[in-house]
């Protein structure tokens, strides 16, 4: 399918751009989908091949499979992702052991796995079980920590390096399209725009599966939830590929999609609710939306997280990450608070996604030459800084489950509780400010790492590390409460690293009920329901505020893919002062309702190229008139393979005559009749309709053309590119850049660094 309208549409011909600017640089790679056409007239993804043993051969399985190829195809994509996803937690976690020690028994064993066989008397509902397990099994020698001083550290260094070398040579000579983490492409796709099949492929898939827990475990500040997205929709687009040749069309295609991304979630969180809903909230496009895919999202998360739960990959037969008891119901007076997590969520999806976009430019400009020099750099500064800090040299999820768990009195009498635990009102000072400023440096300093690893050439997601960055914080706020306004006991600390990844959450994607929803599955914390949906509303209301989209969002806009949703805010205000007249394509290629197999032939392989992807069709007569009449659209790819797959009447295409229109008889053999793949009603619009009216009409309607008329005759036509493009222009011009840099601070620190390469050369 081609990428442009009936004419040359590059921005550089168009009337209303003279030049390719950053928000629309990568629409060439992306093919638009006419989905009310494909819904009108449906399209074959997919040839039918492989599977036909299915169909053809036994009556008996045609019929079992006509009837149930949705659950088996379904199933088939949820078992997949479920497996994927337990290989991923139990390599991670494997990877992540080796750095503090091994398995005597067997080194190739977790810790988990290593210590499985230990008695289990005690409590498994809370984190003191996995505590005290790991210390029974120190002392039975089933697992050993690295000795020494020296050994340690050279131990989480080297194998920091080593992890993120193997990860990023992967992305880079077999997979690249496995880095990032895919949200953003994941979203255009099924709103209307086709990624190159390379982003959805095995590879890919293969590729990201193997570097993910790599990457975790380099301790590198990013996070698997943005790339299990990505893997699980791989899973979705192979599997049905597979199994639905002959019958997908793109309309059934975005569903399944749909459903594995949520799936995805679902699994890294082990919240199958919440995955379905950050399906429907984040992916989902205003115009794919039906209970079609409620139900397949339902089912693929229920079926993946299932499977999760078979293969038990935290060998303590839980998918719950962090579960706490709390037993203490929240306060009133606690409402200050939680107001001021929920703002410091707001000020950290602003200053992170602000800083993390400028550093995204300095990256392209100054180091796209050297992604792997740049990750190894990253790698070694982020294990040097979080050695030495306990919140940072932890993994992540455990990091955070010492953060949530919620200080007993039983607690306090265990000696090896950690420290969190063990302050009170007694606690001298500077054993109370070592914690606190080591809660806050790990705040800042990962903040900081954040900034700089997103977008870096591994995959790489941005929940997790968010989420870590606001528990810490939170869990330093119950500090201070407790030392300075109620004393300990009255409070739950661990709730307030809760309330604070919670916020940092909302902050950096920008939603409301998918966050609430995974952070009460992720814990189980259901009596602070209200106090988390007053944190993610004034996360959300500060964000709004400020004009700031999540993450995934302005990722749309700073690699320029196009993207038909969009926030109603200043930026729209422009689009009711323009009308289609300033941005329709004029220069036209048409077809005419009646005209010889070789004339078309001609036009469509020879004269249009591969500029074009359809054709407005004429009435017979108004071709050579002024003014001319449109009776119908045909896109380019439909004729083209139907072209490719007629066999002529006769040996003489000259005197083949083809019909757009559906006729009632045909005076000879030698006719051929493309009604059934014209459409014969497109969407049409005046010349002085709005720009914001058109904009709306292809996000609502998901149609790829719009054909311009007057009085009832051809003006022109516009594509769903051709509005984003004018919007993004148009805003530009008006507004400026929507994301500034600072090129003066770039260039500083570009020729710092270049000195720094030269002192150490």
């Known amino acids: 399918m081609s990428e442009r309208s009936s004419s040359p549409q590059d921005i550089n011909s168009s009337k209303f751009a003279t030049e390719v600017i950053p928000e629309i640089k990568n629409f060439s790679k992306f093919t638009t989908i006419d989905r009310l056409s494909e819904e009108d007239s ?9 599977r036909s043993f299915l169909t053809s051969k036994f009556q008996f399985y045609s019929t079992i499979w006509e009837r149930s190829r949705t659950f088996i195809t379904l199933t088939s994509v949820a078992i997949l992702i479920g497996c994927i996803a337990g290989f991923i937690q139990i390599f991670t976690e494997t990877l992540v052991n080796w750095k503090t020690g091994y398995c005597a028994r067997n080194w190739l064993l ?103 827990p790599l990457t975790i475990a380099s301790g590198l500040a990013v996070g698997k939830e943005g790339p299990s997205v990505h893997y699980a929709t791989c899973c979705g687009y192979i599997v049905t590929k597979w199994l639905l040749k002959g019958e997908l069309t793109y309309s059934s ?20 609710i919440g995955g379905v809903l950050f399906g429907l909230e984040e ?63 707001g000020f950290y999806g602003q200053f992170v996604s602000k800083w993390n976009i400028s550093y995204v430019h300095f990256r392209k400009k100054y180091l796209s030459s050297w992604p792997i020099q740049e990750v190894l750099v990253l790698t070694v500064m982020t294990a040097l800084i979080s050695y030495f800090n ?30 969190l635990c063990l302050l009170d009102e ?82 950096i994607t920008n939603l409301t009920l998918t966050v609430v929803v995974i952070m009460l599955e992720l814990t189980g914390a259901f009596i602070y329901i209200i106090p988390t949906m007053i944190v993610v509303a004034i996360t959300r209301v500060l964000l709004n505020s400020n004009h700031v989209d999540g993450i995934a969002d302005q990722m749309i806009l700073v690699n320029g893919f196009p993207y038909l949703d969009r926030a109603e805010d200043k930026y729209d205000d422009f689009m009711d002062k323009h009308t289609a007249e300033e941005i329709m394509e004029t220069n036209m290629i048409t077809l005419r309702e009646t005209m010889y197999f070789s004339e078309l032939e001609d036009l469509v392989y020879n004269v249009s190229g591969k500029d074009v992807s359809g054709f407005p069709i004429i009435k017979d007569g108004d071709e050579n008139e002024p003014e001319k009449r449109c009776i ?62 058109l ?55 570009w020729s710092y660094l270049e000195y720094l390469t030269k002192l150490f050369a």
Request: aromatic letters at 12%; one cysteine or more; a neutral charge.
């Open 42 to 50: 449906p399209v074959v993804l997919f040839e039918e091949d492989g």
């Open 110 to 212: 977790n810790k988990s796995f290593c210590c499985a066989n230990i008695p289990e008397s005690l409590d498994k509902r809370s984190l003191l079980f996995d505590k005290r397990d790991e210390l029974q099994c120190l002392d039975e020698g089933l697992w050993v920590n690295w000795n020494g001083h020296i050994l340690p550290f050279f131990m989480f260094f080297s194998l920091s390096i080593i992890f993120t070398s193997i990860s990023t040579l992967l992305v880079k000579f077999v997979a690249p399209m496995a880095t990032g983490s895919g949200i953003s492409e994941i979203k255009t796709w099924v709103s209307g725009f086709e990624h190159l099949p390379e982003f959805l492929n095995s590879p890919t898939l293969i590729v990201k599966s193997i570097a993910l």
């Open 253 to 272: 295609q975005f569903e399944y999609l749909t459903a594995a991304s949520g799936a995805g979630v679902a699994v890294a969180f082990g919240a199958p």
């Open 283 to 345: 992916i989902s496009s205003s115009n794919s939306f039906n209970g079609s895919m409620l139900w397949k999202s339902y089912y693929v998360a229920l079926i993946a997280v299932t499977t999760l739960k078979c293969i038990n990959p935290f060998r303590n037969g839980k998918i719950i990450l962090f579960n706490v008891t709390y037993d203490k119901n929240w306060k009133v007076l606690e409402i200050p608070v939680f107001i001021l997590l929920g703002i410091f969520g």
């Open 390 to 419: 306990e919140f940072l040299r932890l993994d992540m999820t455990e990091s955070m489950g010492i953060l949530f768990h919620e200080c007993t009195t039983n607690d306090n009498s265990s000696s090896f509780q950690h420290r």
């Open 426 to 507: 007694n606690t001298h000072v500077i054993s109370f400010l070592r914690v606190f400023s080591s809660l806050s440096f790990a705040t800042v300093i990962r903040m900081l790492l954040v900034i700089i690893s997103y977008g870096a050439m591994i995959p790489a997601g941005i929940f997790v590390p968010s989420m870590a960055i606001g528990a810490t914080f939170g869990r330093a706020i119950s500090l201070l409460v407790e030392r300075f306004i109620c004393g300990p006991g009255v409070i739950t600390p661990g709730a307030y690293a809760f309330l604070g990844a919670a916020a940092t959450l909302t902050g």
């Open 632 to 693: 119908g659209y045909i896109l380019k790819h439909r004729l083209v393979k139907r072209l490719t797959a007629q066999s002529l009447p006769t040996t003489d295409s000259r005197r083949t005559i083809v019909h757009f229109s559906k006729k009632e008889y045909y005076n000879s053999d030698d006719e051929i009749d493309l009604s059934g793949i014209t459409i014969i009603s497109p969407v049409t619009a005046k010349i002085d309709t709005s720009a914001s009216t």
């Open 695 to 749: 904009f709306c009409t292809f996000q609502r309607m998901g149609c790829k053309t719009i054909i311009i008329e007057k009085d009832g005759f051809l003006q022109g036509l516009i594509t769903s590119k051709d509005i984003i493009k004018f919007e993004r222009i148009k805003a530009r011009e008006i507004y400026g850049p929507r994301y500034e840099y600072n090129e003066k601070l770039n260039e500083k620190v």
